[in-house]
């Protein structure tokens, strides 16, 4: 069990450095774009539809990291409650568990979508790049957050030792 904690560690670098070569990417085109706008009044035309694929790239590439590590923005109205009963450790396995199901539908949709879009052709209007690849990689990302949750939620409910240490 501690190789696949090992193996899962070294597999999540992978998604961190995607994000990190995206918003470096991002950082540089932006500064290049209003240079050449400032002092050549030459823009790069293509600016806005790469910004738009490097935002999806650097959030959705993040997702399934973030997910596991509750580091979305969290409401926490009821855990007094939670914990006052000793009722933590089911809070969260039940919260991962319906969060990872209810991912299922958004996945569902982003696929069908970016399969009409390729079944449609649809292109970048500039670089003509398929907008269906863009799809694919959201729906793929918020795949596999969902069973990151609906991994991590059992865990909290039946091996929160497991979880600890693999969270350390």
């Not at 399934?64 to 409401?75: D, H, K, L, R, T």
């Not at 855990?79 to 969060?99: E, P």
């Not at 949709?109 to 970016?114: F, H, S």
């Not at 059992?154 to 600890?164: D, E, K, M, Q, V």
């Amino acid at each position: 069990m501690t190789s696949l904690i090992r193996l899962a560690r070294h597999a999540s670098f992978a998604p961190v450095l995607v994000a990190c070569l995206a918003l470096f990417i991002l950082m540089v085109m932006t500064f290049c774009d209003v240079i050449l706008r400032s002092v050549l009044n030459a823009p790069i035309e293509a600016a806005t539809e790469l910004t738009r694929i490097l935002m999806a790239v650097l959030v959705f590439s993040v997702l399934p990291i973030i997910s596991v590590n509750n580091g979305q923005i969290a409401v926490d109205l009821t855990d007094g409650l939670f914990h006052r009963l000793r009722l933590d450790r089911i809070r969260d396995g039940l919260i991962h568990l319906v969060s990872g199901i209810m991912l299922y539908w958004p996945m569902s949709r982003v696929w069908i979508l970016a399969e009409r879009s390729r079944d449609y052709g649809d292109v970048t209007e500039y670089l003509a790049i398929p907008t269906y690849i863009v799809g694919w990689f959201i729906a793929i990302s918020v795949g596999i957050s969902a069973v990151a949750l609906v991994i991590t939620g059992l865990l909290h409910l039946f091996a929160p030792r497991l979880l600890s240490e693999a969270l350390k």
